[in-house]
């Protein structure tokens, strides 16, 4: 693997775990509460993050473009059609997790980014465009561009969607995670650009934060228990 891809990987996980540092400096130096504090520097580390991940693949951005990638309308039309693919098995997976392992669907996670987002809506930047770039380089571009290299599609995008569900800390949802990162990798594969399972990614946080943006605890709750009546019924026929 190249030397750059694995800087980019470190950058990450520096990223990743430099608000066991950071915060707690922006909490002593600045009036703020340790919630603003870890939320501030999510928001400054994410950037940074993707500003230096950008530095180290600016050779790869200067690459002149394979001839075997998609031309634009396709790569357009894919990723349309992308959206709708991650959001299928998606719904499949968490129908799959609810039926047979009993896991609730709600996503913790997504509740928490939700929590962050509404006290401070700057942070919705976060997960709507630059995580989605970040993980799609990180998961997608490095993880199982290289291991399909030297395996094959199917082992390269189970492994790199198992670590993509992992490093999302929530390992009962993996299934979701995982289906998620499949379609991201057939959508690269397929179209050979990363851009393209990047817009995907970024377009499917967007929708899910935009709409829970705007909904209530209780709307959730009761949205939640309307996709389980709908999944029992699916499920009893």
């Known amino acids: 693997m190249p030397k750059r891809y694995w800087w980019v990987i470190i950058s990450y996980i520096i990223m990743q775990f430099s608000g066991i540092l950071m915060a707690p400096l922006l909490l002593v ?71 047979i392992f009993g896991i609730d669907p ?54 790199s969607a198992f670590i993509f569900g992992i490093i999302h800390g929530e390992p009962q949802h993996i299934l979701v995670y995982g289906s998620m990162g499949l379609v991201f990798a057939f959508l690269y594969v397929k179209t050979k650009r990363i851009l393209v399972p990047i817009f995907v990614h970024a377009a499917m946080n967007s929708i899910v934060v935009l709409l829970q943006y705007n909904l209530t605890p209780e709307d959730i709750e009761r949205m939640q228990k309307q996709l389980q009546d709908l999944q029992a019924i699916i499920f009893g026929f």
């Open 106 to 159: 709600g996503s913790e996670n997504t509740q928490n980014i939700m929590n962050i987002a509404r006290a401070t809506p700057l942070f919705l930047l976060v997960p709507a465009i630059i995580a989605p770039v970040l993980e799609e380089i990180i998961f997608r571009k490095i993880i199982f561009g290289q291991l399909y290299m030297r395996t094959n599609f199917f082992i390269a995008a189970l492994i």
């Open 29 to 99: 130096t600045f009036e703020i509460t340790r919630y603003q504090a870890v939320t501030y520097w999510a928001i400054i580390s994410f950037i940074l993050g993707l500003i230096v991940v950008l530095l180290l693949l600016r050779k790869d951005m200067q690459m002149t473009r394979s001839h075997e990638a998609s031309r634009v309308g396709v790569a357009v039309a894919w990723s349309i059609i992308g959206v709708f693919m991650a959001y299928f098995s998606q719904g499949i997976a968490a129908m799959l997790e609810m039926q």
